[in-house]
Structures are given as structure tokens and as C-alpha cells.
């Protein structure tokens, strides 16, 4: 399995387990339906290489605003501490993948 397809699934995964537990934390609310085209779509456009990753945020940021209705700024720490999760996280098993 290559970096990309880890990459790919490491986003799934921490998106949809961050707007889980926000939907959880009644910081925002979303249905399982939202929820799962949110995540599969930010993930898919985020492997997009050179640009994916900046694309990604502003769909994530443009989905949850649409999905949920919450504040641009609720919405705007829930991509950011996803995303800042979701680097570190590709950072420390790429460096373990590298090696």
C-alpha cells in the first residue's frame, strides 16, 4: 500500500472521527448521511497532489458550513484542529513509512 492510499485513509478516518465527536460535543449538528459525504469528498479532493491539501480545507470549511448551519467560526476550528491533527498524524507515520 502506498504513502498516498495511507495518506488517504488517515484523513478519513480523523475527519470523520473529529465531526463525530463535534456533532457529539453539540458543537455542531450533522447526520450520519452528511457526515459520511463530507468526509469521503475531503479526502478524495485532499490526496490531489501540490493543491489537494488547500482545496481540501476550503471544501471541508464550505461542507460544514452548508451540512450543519454552525457559525463560520465553530466551523473554522473544526477544520483547523482536524487538519493540524491530520498532518501531525502523516507526519509521524510518514517518517516511520520513510524508514
Given at each position: ?43 478524495t ?25 454552525c ?29
Amino acid at each position: 500500500m502506498g504513502f498516498t492510499a495511507v495518506a488517504f485513509s488517515l484523513d478519513v478516518l480523523l475527519s470523520a472521527l473529529s465531526v463525530w465527536l463535534a456533532t457529539h460535543l453539540r458543537v455542531i449538528q450533522m447526520p450520519w448521511r452528511d457526515i459520511g459525504i463530507l468526509v469521503i469528498s475531503v479526502s478524495t479532493v485532499s490526496v490531489i497532489p501540490v493543491i489537494g491539501l488547500l482545496l481540501g480545507i476550503l471544501l471541508f470549511l464550505v461542507m460544514v458550513l452548508r451540512f450543519s448551519g454552525c457559525s463560520v467560526i465553530n466551523a473554522a476550528a473544526l477544520v483547523g484542529l482536524t487538519k493540524l491533527v491530520w498532518l501531525i498524524a502523516v507526519a509521524v507515520f510518514g517518517a516511520s513509512f520513510l524508514n
